[in-house]
Structure formats: C-alpha cells, structure tokens
C-alpha cells in the first residue's frame, strides 16, 4: 500500500509539474530550430539570424526587416515556422514598405498550410525587405511562437 | 490505520493536481477562443492594410565582408590588423569591449581567409578574450568549437566554417539575453576594420576591384546606423559610435556620382559601379583611418 500511495504520489507531482510546464510563457526551443535552419542552410554558409517572439494582437500588423545584400553573391533564406501557433504570411519585396512601386519577389501565401519551413534561394538584389503579416488574435498578450529567419550565401 | 491517515492528503493532492490540470487545460481552451476571434476579425479586416512595426536589420557576418574583399583581390599584408597585444586595454565598458571584438573578428577572417595560420590562432584568443569579457565566453565552448579550429589550422575552408558556427552561436546567446545593440556594435567594430584593411590594401595595391567593394560596403553603413540608433537608450556610449558612422556616410554621401543616383529608381543599384575619384576614396579611407584609431585605442 506504502508502495502505491508514494508512486501515486510521483505520479502526480510530475503530473502537476507537467501542467506548470504546457502553461509556460514566451519561450520557443531556439536551439532546435536555429540546429534544423542549419542543417537546411547547407551547403550554403551561416550569414544571419533574426529571430521574431511574436504575439498578436486586435489587429493584424506587420513586421519588417531589411537585409543587405551583395551583387555576385547567391543566398539562400530559411525560415522555420515551426514554432508558430498562427498563420504568419511572409513576402520578400525589393523594396520597403513606404515604397509606392515595389516588387513582390516571393511570399508564402500560396503555401501548404502547416508548412514548417520556407525556402528561398536568390542572387539579384542590393537589399531586400522581409515582410512578416501577422495575423490579429484578440487582446495584445496572445502569443503566438516564435520565428526563425536564417540567411545564408555562397 | 496507515491507509486511513494518508488518504486525506490524498485527496487533498489530488484536488489540487485536477485543478491545476483544469487551470493548464483552460488557458489552452482560452487560446483556442482566441484563434476563434481571432478568424472572426481577421476577415472583418481583410480590407485594411495591416500597420507596420519599425523595421529591423539583418547585419552580415565579418566573414562575409572579408570574403567579398577576399574574392575582389585584397591581398595580405601583415602588420595591418590590430596587435593583438592590444586586447588587454579594452575593459573600459561593453561598448568599447564589443567594437574591439568586432576589430579582432574582422581581423581574424582576414588572416583566416589567407591562410595566416599562427596569425589566425592568435586573434581567435583574443576574440575569445573580450567576448570572455562581454559574457559570450561560452560560445567557444560550444562543439569544441575552440580546440577544432586549433585542429583545423592549414584548412581555409573548414576554419571559416567554423567561425561561420561561432557567429551563429553568438547570435542566438545575444538574442536570447536580448542584447541585439551588442551584436549591432560587434557589427560595427567588424565592418570599420574591414573597410580600414581594404582602404589601406587599396593604397597599396591600387586594385580596381578593392575600391569598388569599399564604395559597395558604403550601402551597408546606413543599416548600421539605423540598427544602432534604434538601441541607442541601451547604453549612453552608443550616440559617439553613431556620430562616427554618420560622419563616415555623409562623406560618401557628399561623392558627385552618389548624389547623382536617383532615389526613385526602380531598378538595383550596382554600388560597385558608382564612379569615384581618387580624391573621393582617399577622403573617405582617411575618416575610417580616424575612427578605427579611435576605437583601438580602447
């Protein structure tokens, strides 16, 4: 009896440590995904990261980065979106988001739904913008995961 | 008896569990209701162009600035980097400590990508050193990656394969700490050496390419800058690092052939190709010249 009381007992102490853990806050596994961007870099050379905590908001909204590039170089860009809880939508355009006639160089949109990672291969531009539309999801403090852009070149 | 007197904790444990389980549950079911509204707004806005956050910068690695110069003719001459007897006055704050480890990584793909092997191994301690200093210590640690550059002196390839891991490494360590105006420093320290080292090959050598790179970096100091200014709360000896990059553009900036791009231009421009006058590169290796001093003066 002595044995089943204390084996309930563990049973649930990690049963309740468990529960703690699945409510835990804003944190994504970055290793494991910087480690699976890696390995899809290959056998292009690490360049940079940006890695984006994102949490939603009334609205939907947009974040931006601008990535330097340079002319004779080939890059490649990864992003794993497998720590992501919502559909976030990412364009590449060739210039900002003030510019009036930019160009849509790749996006997202069209792809499978639940797709873990993107891939994009390019060798062209001085500088592209990377756009991220997030999606609105109720009141500000919803997180939504995290995503992992890698850059590449060769 | 025994049974008896530890059912009641029991229960009391058990209480608990299912209602802290409860609780886990109710919070995934709460983010479930979300996801529903959030579908539910998300088509009533489909209208409206959604707003933009202020823009973030992807800055590139020392190493692939030096292979650029590498791949553009730069050729090696010693005594060009910073000694790395030096790395020992840089502890005057992070500031100084994470634009002196910028200098020394510059440094390190330099001598990395033409085969310096003892040069090599001496600016990896000293990078190892200050970003000891700066608390990134532990990514040298990471996979060995310290002893297998040893290991891997003679091999060009592998070695910048490895500082490509390292860089990675101190990425990740900076962005979980949140310490984005560290990394943008570094990048700052890296890119002002690099353009120090190709201005002071180009004065040497008068290879065409080299010039060209150095006016194609130039694209590359406004991200810099804007990457600072966007931490400049962080730490107050960031403003003087701007004033220095602003100082350096504006010079570029002030070139016949820059100002004559226009900025409407809806085609790339070829930075490489902008023409410069000998008058022009001088005035603009001449700044760099002072600002690197500055910097490796600690």
């Known amino acids: ?154 | 008896m025994y049974f008896k007197k530890a059912v009641l904790p029991l229960n009391g444990i058990l209480a608990a569990a299912f209602a802290v389980t409860l609780a886990a549950c109710g919070s995934n079911n709460n983010v479930e209701q979300e996801t529903a509204g959030a579908a539910k707004d998300s088509a009533q806005q489909k209208t409206t162009a959604p707003k933009t956050e202020q823009t973030t910068f992807a800055l590139p690695s020392p190493l692939q600035i030096a292979s650029i110069f590498k791949k553009a003719g730069l050729k090696y001459f010693p005594n060009l980097a910073n000694p790395v007897e030096n790395s020992g006055k840089y502890n005057s704050g992070k500031i100084s400590e994470a634009l002196n480890l910028g200098v020394y990584s510059a440094d390190l793909s330099y001598c990395t990508l033409n085969k310096q092997n003892q040069d090599s191994k001496n600016y990896m301690k000293a990078s190892r050193d200050l970003a000891t200093l700066l608390g990134l210590g532990k990514v040298f640690e990471t996979d060995n990656l310290a002893t297998r550059f040893e290991k891997n002196l003679g091999s060009e390839d592998s070695l910048a394969a490895i500082i490509a891991e390292m860089q990675m490494q101190t990425d990740m360590v900076l962005e979980e700490n949140e310490q984005e105006y560290v990394s943008a420093t570094v990048f700052a320290g890296a890119w002002i050496e690099s353009m120090y080292i190709g201005g002071k090959v180009y004065e040497k050598a008068k290879e065409k390419n080299v010039s060209s790179r150095l006016i194609e970096q130039m694209s590359i100091a406004e991200n810099i800058i804007k990457a600072l200014k966007a931490q400049e709360q962080k730490d107050p000896n960031l403003t003087a690092v701007i004033a220095d990059l602003v100082a350096i553009r504006d010079i570029y900036k002030g070139f016949a052939g820059v100002k004559a791009l226009s900025e409407n231009t809806s085609e790339d421009v070829d930075f490489s190709k902008i023409p410069m006058t000998e008058e022009e590169i001088s005035s603009l290796t001449k700044k760099i010249v002072e600002v690197r001093t500055k910097i490796v003066k600690g």
Not at chain 1, 140 to 147: I, N, Q, V
């Open chain 1, 1 to 154: 009896m002595k044995k089943f009381i204390l084996g309930t007992l563990s049973f649930l102490a990690i049963a309740v440590f468990t529960a703690f853990q699945t409510t835990d806050g804003n944190s994504c596994e970055t290793k494991v995904l910087k480690e699976k961007a890696r390995k899809s870099l290959d056998p292009y050379r690490y360049d940079s990261s940006k890695l984006i905590k994102i949490s939603c908001r009334k609205q939907s909204f947009m974040k931006e980065v601008e990535v330097p590039l340079f002319i004779g170089e080939k890059y490649k860009f990864v992003f794993n979106t497998e720590a992501l809880t919502k559909p976030v939508i990412i364009d590449i355009y060739n210039k900002d988001h003030d510019a009036r006639n930019r160009k849509l160089l790749y996006s997202t949109k069209d792809d499978a739904a639940g797709k873990g990672e993107h891939i994009w291969e390019y060798a062209r531009s001085t500088k592209v913008y990377v756009d991220y539309t997030i999606p609105a999801g109720g009141d500000s403090s919803s997180f939504a995961g995290c995503l992992l852009f890698v850059l590449g070149y060769k």
